[in-house]
């Protein structure tokens, strides 16, 4: 004898608003996903850069370039598979109008 229409329009509200929720944290995650890989990228393109310029192409290794930018050869090799790619990467990012930025405590 109750009328199940309210309930059904409370059940109908929270799908809606969990959906909104979840599309609303999809792209939050996705934006936060997207800085995090930029701000890895640029660490790398500085200290590639510091190194390069310190010491020369043939004297730098992927392994060096990794612990001066403070993450794993294998997250390198993620964003710039050789260390040639990493190298055209640098000079499009500075063809771009892009700047290798002194590193902190530099």
Do not use: C
């Not at 009328?3 to 109908?12: A, E, K, W």
């Not at 999809?26 to 790398?44: H, M, S």
């Amino acid at each position: 004898m109750s009328d199940s229409r309210p309930h059904g329009n409370v059940t109908r509200l929270k799908k809606q608003l969990g959906n909104e929720l979840l599309r609303w944290s999809d792209k939050r995650a996705d934006g936060l996903r997207a800085r995090k890989k930029e701000r890895t990228r640029d660490a790398i393109g500085d200290a590639a850069v510091s190194l390069l310029l310190e010491r020369g192409f043939d004297r730098v290794s992927v392994n060096d370039i990794a612990a001066a930018a403070e993450i794993s050869k294998p997250t390198l090799f993620r964003y710039f598979p050789t260390k040639e790619d990493l190298v055209r990467g640098l000079r499009l990012r500075l063809g771009r109008g892009g700047r290798a930025r002194p590193r902190p405590g530099q």
